[in-house]
């Protein structure tokens, strides 16, 4: 079983609708959750993290399930903009029980609005 | 505030040669990892500095692969010899902190990475 698993895509939305991405992890023990957004050749850029239950920033709102290992992003009034690749990124937790550095990737949903 | 930055963009090279990639961490940021992307697959770690120490290099493919990240300042990450499955896509990120308490004092932040073709 993959460290973290997405479902590929790609969504095709139009403008205004709600899209929302899945997320599953495998380590129990992980620490803090992030979501990336992943332009064509372009760097990942932290969209979202989430220490807690969740986090919400405008018209994105991030979800933490720990009983389940499951982590959501739900995009509302999608715009042409969002069009992108948006990575679920896991930190683990490290050998005295803070986050490790390393963050553990999954391949990523792309996304694709159209008008 | 500047970012990361990295160079070169692109490297395209022949087997058996040597490719040095360069990262600048954001200023002040202590730590800096390296990650890749290869064709097809998710982005993986390959090692984490602190300052000019490795504190992680679990990651590492194997002894082709050399970091060094003197004074701690900027990093070189080198390919000698340069094989065909190392191209890829070799981001640098920084962060204040890297280990401990899971806070927004740990986020990373990404440069925009070397294409690196090796032919």
């Known amino acids: 079983r993959k460290e973290v698993e997405q479902d590929p895509g790609p969504f095709n939305v139009p403008e205004g609708a709600t899209v929302a991405f899945n997320c599953t992890y495998s380590?129990?023990?992980?620490?803090?959750f992030f979501w990336y957004r992943q332009d064509c050749r372009k760097e990942p850029k932290l969209l979202m993290s989430?220490?807690?239950s969740g986090n919400e920033d405008g018209r994105f709102t991030a979800q933490l399930n720990r009983a389940s290992q499951y982590i959501s992003l739900l995009i509302r009034d999608s715009k042409l903009s969002d069009s992108a690749t948006y990575l679920c990124?896991?930190?683990?937790?490290?050998?005295?029980?803070?986050?490790?550095?390393?963050?553990?990737f999954g391949k990523g949903t792309k996304l694709s609005v159209k008008p | 505030e500047a970012g990361v930055t990295q160079f070169p963009s692109h490297s395209v090279i022949e087997k058996g040669q040597t490719v040095t990639l360069r990262c600048d961490p954001i200023?002040?940021?202590?730590?800096l990892y390296w990650y890749r992307r290869v064709m097809g697959k998710e982005i993986k770690f390959l090692l984490h500095?602190?300052?000019?120490?490795?504190?992680?290099e679990s990651g590492m493919p194997n002894n082709r692969f050399l970091a060094e990240r003197t004074g701690g300042t900027y990093s070189t990450l080198k390919v000698q010899p340069a094989e065909l499955e190392d191209s890829g896509v070799y981001f640098c990120?920084?962060?204040?902190?890297?280990?401990?308490?899971?806070?927004?004092?740990?986020?990373?932040?990404f440069g925009p990475g070397t294409r690196l073709t090796v032919l």
């Open positions: 990120a920084s962060s204040q902190g890297g280990v401990g308490a899971a806070s927004s004092y740990n986020e990373q932040f």
């Open positions: 380590n129990s023990a992980s620490q803090s």
């Open positions: 989430v220490y807690s």
């Open positions: 990124v896991v930190n683990p937790k490290g050998t005295y029980g803070g986050s490790q550095g390393n963050l553990i």
């Open positions: 200023s002040g940021h202590d730590n």
């Open positions: 500095f602190v300052k000019e120490s490795k504190q992680d």
